[in-house]
């Protein structure tokens, strides 16, 4: 039937057609019950671009700057004491945010869920001062949870005191300050705990990064900090919260704070991960239904392989029997035009074979399917088999 000349001729068209003829099929294994996705699925979303930071200090695009260290940022936070008991404000200096003994805690104005939080800080040389009274602070996710600021470099203390501790439950893995009078850097990575009708659903969890070294990982969540009190969670946790710097009465500075959101959880609406039946039963039908639109707009084989395509997500006989129909109509048209025009349709002809075995290969398609043992008749008889 066919003859094998006009390889580059079919090569040179190949690149034109559009994406739907090339020579794999769809994509890895299906969705399944609880994912809406095939493995390597071209209609899942893309992620969205961000742009990088040009340092790790540097706030990537998507991030919400609290701090930057020009005076416009004091807007970005309110004191937690009013202003008679409080005995000085928060202050930036050199680009720099001061807490002063006496100042009471700042607090973000914006709110935060899931979130990434960066901050630097630092204290200087305290010597005369050691274990909770060296430059002590904190950051509190929520307001609720500390993440342990302290200069605890060769100055001994309660190991779930120490800076990177989730205070009073959790130590840090390491000790990876630098000495008192450097910067020092957190990265931390915050998960809330979710509570339906009083039953907790996760716990969450905190990552936290010191110094680009992970001294905390995934660390379930146990409640709010407390001192000397041991925390649990309560059966309801607040969505969403500010971001708490402590004063413990010692000064210290911080510069480069930023936050960006996390992305949702699958309980909190993600169709990414593994999604509950229904959900994903919804999502599935969505995606059939929307091939099934784009598929309306063409014609011939695109249009057969677009309907196949659709199966994947949902079977529906209609679809099958309108796939089927513009398939046959294709491999009719082969049969009409002579061999120097048919092999310029290899690619298309590979495309339906690998499309239909794989529809087989899943159990979309019955193992008895004409429209595939005509395309594998025309691909053994152009002994096209080293090419599918
Ligand atoms: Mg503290």
Redesign the pocket.
């Known amino acids: 039937m066919f003859i094998k000349v006009f390889y580059f001729t079919y090569l040179i068209i190949g690149l034109h057609t559009v994406s739907l003829f090339s020579a794999s099929a769809f994509f890895g294994d299906p969705p399944d019950d609880n994912h809406p996705w095939a493995v390597h699925d071209r209609n899942r979303p893309q992620p969205i671009h961000v742009v990088a930071g040009t340092t790790n200090s540097a706030p990537p695009s998507d991030a919400l700057v609290l701090f930057d260290g020009t005076p416009d940022c004091l807007r970005n936070w309110r004191h937690n004491k009013d202003k008679d008991s409080r005995k000085s404000d928060w202050m930036i200096q050199n680009g720099s945010l001061f807490c002063l003994p006496g100042t009471g805690s700042l607090s973000s104005r914006a709110t935060f869920s899931d979130c990434q939080v960066h901050l630097e800080w630092r204290s200087q040389s305290h010597e005369n001062k050691s274990g909770?009274s060296r430059g002590?602070?904190?950051i509190f996710l929520m307001e609720l949870i500390?993440v342990?600021?302290?200069d605890n470099f060769q100055n001994p203390t309660y190991a779930d005191?120490s800076a990177g501790s989730i205070?009073g439950v959790m130590p840090p893995a390491v000790n990876a300050l630098k000495a008192p009078g450097n910067w020092q850097s957190y990265d931390i990575i915050y998960r809330r705990p979710i509570f339906k009708n009083g039953m907790l659903l996760e716990s969450g969890s905190l990552t936290v990064l010191c110094n680009g070294v992970v001294v905390q990982a995934g660390v379930p969540i146990e409640g709010k900090s407390t001192h000397k009190i041991r925390s649990f969670l309560q059966k309801k946790f607040p969505n969403r919260g500010s971001i708490k710097l402590?004063d413990?009465g010692d000064s210290v500075q911080f510069r480069n704070i930023w936050v960006r959101p996390l992305r949702a959880r699958p309980i909190d609406g993600s169709l990414d991960g593994y999604i509950e039946a229904n959900r994903t039963q919804l999502k599935r039908k969505q995606t059939a239904y929307e091939i099934r639109n784009k598929a309306e707009k063409l014609e011939g084989l695109e249009k057969s392989l677009l309907l196949y395509e659709s199966l994947i997500y949902e079977f529906n006989l209609s679809a099958k029997a309108s796939a089927n129909k513009y398939a046959s109509e294709f491999l009719d048209y082969l049969l009409r035009i002579d061999s120097e025009q048919a092999v310029v349709q290899k690619v298309k002809i590979i495309s339906l074979y690998n499309a239909l075995k794989y529809l087989n290969k899943h159990s979309i398609l019955p193992t008895s399917c004409p429209v595939l043992e005509r395309v594998h008749s025309i691909i053994v008889t152009n002994n096209w088999i080293d090419d599918i």
Do not use: A, C, P, V
Request: no cysteine; hydrophobic share 15%.
């Open positions: 909770q002590n602070s904190g500390e342990q600021i302290l005191g205070y402590q413990h």
